[in-house]
Structures are given as structure tokens and as C-alpha cells.
């Protein structure tokens, strides 16, 4: 009886890990036809490349950012993923000012010595940072986004699928067999 359930919950299990693997494929891969960034639920997975911001989220980890429009505000102690220079960078609002009327924010990395030389404005502001966060995952996200990280993407999902099938034949068979001897 155990043995049964555990061949049971391996197969559930497995099962399960197939199919998050296809939808992880599923999304990098749509994302990247279509030149944007996946975003589920309003939410989009960044990978943090650096450790301005240890000990909240590790280099290497990703982190869920909420995403904003336009117009949104902040206020002193969020945490805000921004544009800056063709680059993404998550730090905290130190302060929020107003200039030429519009609003902007004095941002620095938790872990850095000082704050950051620049203001953000609303509009390069891209979402803010919720709590989520995934540590190592960003390693294997950054990946993907290479071409050969693409082409495993396309690769591994058809490989694990193709081994699921046989192995579902070959238990199906030596049932089959056990029958006959029975």
C-alpha cells in the first residue's frame, strides 16, 4: 500500500513538475517573440544583478514588481524598480521632492554607502517591489535570456514530455505483461 502511494505521489509530483516547466518556457519564450517582459497578473519577475540591495533580496534572486502606471506615487521607504541610463535598478525612496513641478525621487540601495547622484521621475519609475522574492532563480532567468538558454527552453519541455510519455507506455506495458502471467 505505501509502495503504491508513493509511486503515486512521484507521478503526481512529476506530473506537476513538467507542466511548470512548460509554462515557465511558455512565458520567456512569448515574452521574447514579442520583445516585452512577462508579466503575470500585473506583476513582472526581475532578476537582481548586483547586491546594492542585501540584506532584502541576494544577488541572484528574483523579486515580483508590482507594475505602475505613469502617474502613480511613492512615498519615503518604498522599495522601486526604475529606469535609469537603459538599465533597471531597484532602491529605496529616501526622499520625495518636487521640481519644475514635478514629482521625483532621491533613491539608495540599502546596502550602498551613500545615496544614489540622481533623482528618478514618475515616468521612469517601472513598478515597486512587493516582498516576493525567489533567491538564485535570477542566475537561471538571465539565462534563459540568452539564445542558448532560449533554445533549452524550447528543447528541454519537448524532452521531458517526450520521457513522461515513455515511461507512462512502459508501465502501461509491464502492467499489461503482469495480467498475462496472472
Known amino acids: 500500500m505505501a509502495k503504491k502511494l508513493l509511486k503515486a505521489v512521484s507521478r503526481i509530483g512529476s506530473g506537476m513538475f513538467i507542466v511548470i516547466v512548460c509554462l515557465v518556457a511558455f512565458v520567456v519564450l512569448s515574452s521574447r517573440i514579442s520583445g516585452g517582459t512577462p508579466t503575470i497578473a500585473g506583476y513582472q519577475l526581475k532578476a537582481v544583478l548586483s547586491g546594492s540591495m542585501e540584506p532584502i533580496f541576494q544577488t541572484g534572486s528574483i523579486i515580483a ?50 545615496a544614489d547622484r540622481w533623482t528618478v521621475t514618475q515616468q521612469n519609475v517601472v513598478g515597486m517591489y512587493k516582498g516576493f522574492t525567489i533567491p538564485y532563480v535570477g542566475y537561471a532567468l538571465n539565462y534563459s535570456s540568452s539564445k542558448l538558454g532560449s533554445a533549452l527552453l524550447l528543447f528541454v519541455p519537448g524532452l521531458l514530455l517526450l520521457i513522461s510519455a515513455i515511461r507512462s507506455i512502459n508501465g502501461a506495458k509491464k502492467e499489461l505483461e503482469a495480467g498475462k502471467v496472472g
Do not use: A, C, P
Open 65 to 114: 514588481i508590482e507594475i505602475k502606471d505613469k502617474h502613480s506615487s511613492y512615498k519615503k521607504g518604498d522599495v522601486i524598480t526604475f529606469r535609469m541610463d537603459g538599465n533597471l535598478i531597484t532602491h529605496r525612496i529616501t526622499d520625495v521632492k518636487t521640481q519644475n513641478g514635478q514629482t521625483v525621487y532621491k533613491t539608495k540601495g540599502d546596502n550602498n554607502d551613500g
